[in-house]
């Protein structure tokens, strides 16, 4: 008989007839765990699927262009192709890593998962684009379920013959993430058209991990499986040794790294001043918390980092010389900061509290404010339209560019629709704004204030003057507390060099 190519039984390797033999058995209590799991991400990439199609139909209808037009009918043929292939590969992948955890011989997982702290995952280094939106959409899940995902963890734990934390466990947000995207790459997209599914599969799937941590915790504490575990006994605290080594003498010089935490907190240029403010007055009553439990320094779910976070990041809009005494978010922080004032560090309870109320609080005015922010998009683009169909684009040669107008398309490049800029419109007044459209064919940027309202419009050109000149500064939303920790870091790591 001719060989046909393919590979025959004989030349598998162990792992891969471990892992597909119709033989392999899950333990029974991991197989009620994937089953539910698998059952819930099913149901929810059949809704993500079925309204790709309703979406891409819509963006194609506003496409400013023929070219991302047909681009955007040509992809919702290939996504209603390739959905069922996309689904098979997401929920084998899944079955593949839950397998893992019974195989401890096994030295090259198929699924190389970057250690936390990695800021870009392996499978993206060549789309820094795709990584920002998919680290984006990890940070969002861990902030908001992270307890639930590290209990998880600490449960699969007993179960798993490799340790598991919330990076590497099968049903943690960033092994999620990797199951869709190599499921993609299977099957070839335009990035375009990748970053609108990751968007939906955010929308539609990562937004109810909370009910799928749920459950797989509900099912282990049913089956005996560490049913009286604390919120202190989970994953977090194993990690605690990991960063002990970054961060030497912790919890004799806890009193020192505050101390240099909130130094960066008060020179960050990305705060406003009424939050710095604010947030200074935390010196004291985090210097307790630190003393009492290490997990501060290095568990990034401490209740204690995640309000600061949290925090931080509602408030990012404030302009500097706003008069925001009167305003709903300065209270609710202004609320958050007098709680904590006299608090000793005993007493996790309240943290979790102010964390839970200040996040349901935030998570109302986002809504209201993407709702508004879409309305601002909407009427921009419909005010826009007339102008373009009256002035159809002709095709120009493209212009020989000079270094330095090269260098401000560069600069100009790195404002991505979601950034926050700040505006120094004179001496004394800033004025801070979020990109949230571009208008081509002339590249007009809309931006509006924290709570979707338009604020600015500027032409390319414009931008590139003001990048130029110092006068438009990018504003950092990253972690509040990984930046400073991050930079803790690394001046420690100087002075030890030295």
């Known amino acids: 008989m001719q060989n046909d190519g393919k590979v025959g039984p004989g030349s598998r390797t162990t792992k891969e007839l471990a892992m597909h033999s119709p033989l392999t058995r899950l333990p029974v209590i991991l197989l009620q765990v994937h089953d539910k799991a698998a059952q819930q991400l099913r149901n929810e990439l059949q809704v993500l699927f079925e309204n790709a199609d309703q979406t891409l139909f819509e963006m194609a209808d506003k496409a400013q262009s023929d070219t991302d037009q047909s681009l955007f009918f040509e992809a919702m043929r290939d996504v209603r192709l390739k959905r069922k292939s996309i689904e098979r590969g997401f929920l084998e992948r899944l079955f593949d890593a839950f397998i893992r955890l019974t195989l401890p011989d096994v030295s090259e997982p198929a699924l190389q998962v970057v250690p936390a702290g990695h800021a870009v995952f392996s499978l993206m280094a060549d789309n820094i684009e795709r990584a920002q939106v998919t680290n984006a959409m990890v940070t969002k899940v861990l902030s908001r379920n992270q307890l639930a995902l590290c209990q998880l963890s600490t449960r699969l734990n007993t179960l798993s013959c490799m340790p598991l934390d919330e990076q590497n466990n099968p049903l943690g947000p960033a092994m999620l993430c990797e199951y869709f995207l190599q499921a993609e790459r299977d099957q070839g997209m335009d990035i375009k058209v990748k970053l609108i599914m990751l968007r939906l599969f955010d929308k539609y799937l990562l937004s109810q991990t909370g009910q799928l941590y749920a459950d797989a915790n ?90 600061l976070n949290v925090m931080a990041d509602a408030a990012i809009g404030w302009d500097a010389g706003a008069n925001s005494c009167n305003d709903p978010l300065y209270r609710k922080v202004e609320h958050v900061v007098l709680q904590l004032a006299r608090y000793a560090g005993n007493n996790p309870a309240l943290l979790e509290s102010l964390l839970h109320d200040f996040s349901m609080f935030t998570r109302g005015e986002r809504s209201r404010t993407e709702l508004l922010e879409q309305r601002t998009r909407d009427a921009e683009q419909v005010r826009c339209r007339p102008a373009v169909q009256r002035n159809p684009v002709r095709s120009w040669p493209s212009p020989v560019l000079d270094e330095q107008a090269q260098l401000g398309l560069l600069l100009v490049s790195q404002l991505r629709v979601g950034a926050w800029i700040e505006l120094q419109e004179d001496e004394t007044t800033r004025l801070r704004c979020k990109l949230i459209t571009i208008l081509e064919p002339d590249g007009t940027h809309i931006f509006v204030n924290r709570i979707g309202a338009k604020v600015l419009e500027k032409s390319r050109n414009d931008l590139i003057v003001h990048l130029r000149n110092g006068s438009i500064l990018l504003v950092d939303d990253r972690l509040l507390i990984d930046r400073a920790l991050e930079s803790v870091i690394d001046s420690l790591r100087q002075a030890g060099g030295e």
Do not use: W
């Open 218 to 307: 509900q099912l282990l504490i049913a089956t005996g499986v560490l049913p009286d575990l604390s919120d202190r006994e989970s994953c977090c605290a194993a990690k605690a040794d990991i960063h002990a080594q970054e961060l030497p003498g912790a919890g004799e010089d806890a009193s020192n790294l505050i101390g240099l935490l909130f130094d960066y907190i008060s020179d960050d240029r990305n705060l406003s001043q009424p939050l710095k403010k604010l947030l200074g007055l935390l010196r004291e009553p985090m210097l307790q918390i630190a003393r009492r439990d290490q997990n501060f320094f290095s568990c990034d779910s401490h209740p204690a980092r995640r309000l």
